[in-house]
């Protein structure tokens, strides 16, 4: 069992909700795992995580989603025909028109536990703005992909694409509206999204 199986499976390693809704988002980083810290942060953010184990579990879940959402009927706008590869079989409707959706599905490049950011680049957006992409998003990640804090995803993305570093590199940080976002000068030029996380377990 992974590190994330083992949080959501009531272990030693469960964050209480107590330490979840008290933690002011100014405060400083708690000593634990990144994991962890990830879930905490991800959660203030107003993210919504769903932990899976198996490939059939994200299938199962992204199902849950469409059904709770209405969306049975809504084509998904993706950019990365690896992702459509792969979910091909769920039934879904796959859009590359972007005013033809109002969900967008995609990858990411790395969880940031530092503040619950999802970090993308233009391997996942192309050329477009976050503002430009559906409200809704669906994001597809593993636990390989945590890291602690956003220069360390930055590392990996350079190394592991060293012989062309992909651009328009940003992170979506707010999946929920609110006063405090809105002054967050790292969010300028952006927009709050209702983000749905579909975490496999690969560790």
């Known amino acids: 069992m992974g590190i994330f199986g083992k949080l959501f499976s009531g272990g030693k390693k469960k964050v209480s909700k107590e330490t979840v809704e008290t933690r002011g988002v100014h405060m400083p980083d708690l000593n634990i795992p990144i994991d962890e810290k990830f879930t905490i942060h991800f959660k203030k953010n107003g993210g919504k995580f769903l932990y899976c184990d198996s490939l059939s579990e994200v299938s199962g879940t992204l199902k849950n989603i469409i059904e709770e959402n209405g969306w049975e009927s809504e084509p998904f706008y993706i950019l990365n025909p690896m992702l459509q590869e792969k979910f091909k079989g769920e039934g879904i409707t796959f859009t590359d028109r972007v005013s033809k959706s109002n969900v967008f599905f995609t990858t990411c490049e790395h969880l940031v536990a530092h503040n619950g950011s999802i970090l993308v680049t233009s391997n996942q957006l192309q050329e477009k703005k976050l503002h430009e992409v559906p409200e809704n998003v669906i994001v597809y990640a593993t636990t390989s992909q945590l890291v602690d804090t956003i220069g360390e995803g930055l590392k990996i993305i350079k190394k592991k694409y060293k012989n062309g570093i ?17 002054n967050d000068f790292l969010s300028y030029g952006s927009s709050s999204k209702h983000l749905y996380l579909l975490l496999l377990e690969d560790l």
């Open 166 to 182: 992909p651009a328009n590199i940003t992170t979506i940080k707010h999946f929920q509206s609110d006063s405090e976002n809105d």
